[in-house]
């Protein structure tokens, strides 16, 4: 029976890399740094993080006062994330494709830890909240920078990027 659990984990995991990123563990240093040199995360901020994982962004955004919701694919990870966030009112994991998901109107920021054949999509898909929002968000990406858009600041491995909303094209006549 435990074979059968570890090959489903093993299938399971395997066909979430497929769909997004890998799970890669961020650094609780690199984190606590990127929220204090690259982007101050206060309790105005409302973080929404891409590919939540076991929480650990999400507990550093709330360590700082902000209010945090992660998106989760992998549902194993999603019952960590929710128990090691169990006592925390700022915290909220939720079990959802990111493609398929409209993010609170209060979103301030978006981290993610993308790999580098999503991580212009993902830019893309935080244009459109913004957009669908209608003011800037800011954008931080771990590991991987968007090819093609210019940066605001960079710190070690984590890239900032300000995303404004799209114009629209057409005009009222």
Do not use: C
Request: aromatic share 10%; no cysteine.
């Amino acid at each position: 029976m435990w074979l059968w659990i570890a090959l489903g984990i093993v299938v399971s995991i395997g066909f979430v890399a497929f769909l997004g990123a890998p799970y890669v563990p961020s650094k609780r240093k690199d984190i606590d740094r990127a929220f204090t040199e690259l982007y101050q995360l206060d309790h105005s901020d409302l973080l929404v993080d891409i590919g939540a994982g076991d929480g650990v962004v999400l507990r550093a955004a709330s360590k700082r006062g902000a209010h945090a919701i992660g998106y989760e694919i992998h549902p194993v990870l999603v019952a960590i994330a929710k128990l090691l966030s169990r006592n925390d009112d700022k915290v909220m994991v939720v079990l959802a494709n990111f493609w398929t998901v409209e993010m609170p109107a209060n979103t301030t920021v978006v981290y993610t830890f993308g790999d580098g054949r999503d991580i212009a999509k993902m830019y893309r898909k935080v244009q459109q909240e913004a957009t669908r929002i209608g003011r800037e968000l800011s954008f931080i990406s771990y590991a991987f920078e968007v090819p093609g858009v210019k940066l605001h600041k960079s710190i070690g491995a984590h890239h900032l990027y300000k995303v404004k909303p799209l114009q629209s094209t057409t005009e009222a006549v």
